[in-house]
């Protein structure tokens, strides 16, 4: 499944899991399906974290899409 697929079937405000990737200073990368990764803004989770995470914004033209965290 790629970026296209992927973008195709979601939309802003869908609910998605997913596991964190990697750690950088302004937040973490989520794969949602393999190769797919977005990011949450201001979220330090570790890597191999399992989160539950809402898509804020999609941007196909950069192929990046934000996310934010999913209150339990």
């Known amino acids: 499944m790629g970026w296209q697929e992927f973008i195709g079937r979601r939309s802003v ?8 990737v990697q750690e950088v200073p302004f937040g973490s990368f989520v ?10 803004y201001q979220q330090a989770w570790p890597v191999g974290t399992r989160v539950t995470v809402r ?3 999609i941007d196909p033209e ?11």
Request: aromatic share 4%.
């Open 31 to 40: 794969e949602s399906e393999e190769g797919v990764h977005g990011l949450a």
């Open 55 to 57: 898509i804020v914004n």
């Open 13 to 20: 405000g869908d609910v998605i899991d997913g596991v964190v």
């Open 62 to 72: 950069r192929r990046r899409f934000s996310l934010e965290p999913v209150q339990a």
